[in-house]
């Protein structure tokens, strides 16, 4: 598995609106402009993400998206999973049948159970990383690692 700009940007915009939604609903072109994100694709994520329950939207005037969830309750694997929608690094790691069927040496391949410890390994740790760490560790350091840091700790 590759991880593709869904889960980055969608990385970016969660912790974007975890850094400026404490101020009320956050315009999607606000943070189109501070991350360098096209408006069309950011547009593309919040339907997933809204879909997934991670955040939530208002409209109107004065409308825009917020987290859902507190941000230690989103990590990012929530993330990943919503926006790549599958969770293995390999396509025969993916079905949890004993023959994957994929390869041309399906149910004869010693290497399959690397792949599947190997996925499981990495999202155990993207789980272990929650949005409120990441802020967190942005605000110890005064690292600006996706947008200004204005985070107050919940």
């Known amino acids: 598995m590759r991880l593709t700009t869904k889960s980055r ?3 970016r915009l969660i912790l974007d609106l975890g ?3 404490d101020q009320g609903p956050v315009p ?3 943070v189109a402009r501070r991350q360098n994100i096209s408006l069309k694709y950011l547009e593309k994520l919040t339907v997933k993400l809204k879909k997934a329950g991670l955040i939530r939207s208002l409209r109107g005037p004065t409308g825009g ?7 230690g309750e989103i990590s990012i ?13 390999t396509d025969c790691a ?3 049948k004993d023959l994957c069927g994929v390869c041309n040496k399906a149910g004869d391949c ?3 159970w ?6 499981n390994a990495m999202f155990q740790k993207l789980d272990s990383i929650t949005v409120e760490f990441l802020l967190q560790m942005a605000n110890e350091k005064g690292d600006e690692p996706t947008c200004k840091t204005r985070h107050k700790s919940k």
């Open 9 to 11: 940007y969608g990385t």
């Open 110 to 112: 010693l290497s399959r």
């Open 19 to 21: 850094v400026y939604g």
């Open 77 to 89: 694997g929530m993330i990943v999973r919503t926006l790549e929608g599958n969770t293995k690094i």
């Open 28 to 30: 999607l072109n606000d």
């Open 94 to 96: 993916e079905d949890s």
């Open 114 to 119: 690397v792949w599947i410890e190997a996925s």
């Open 65 to 71: 998206h917020m987290l859902a969830k507190s941000p």
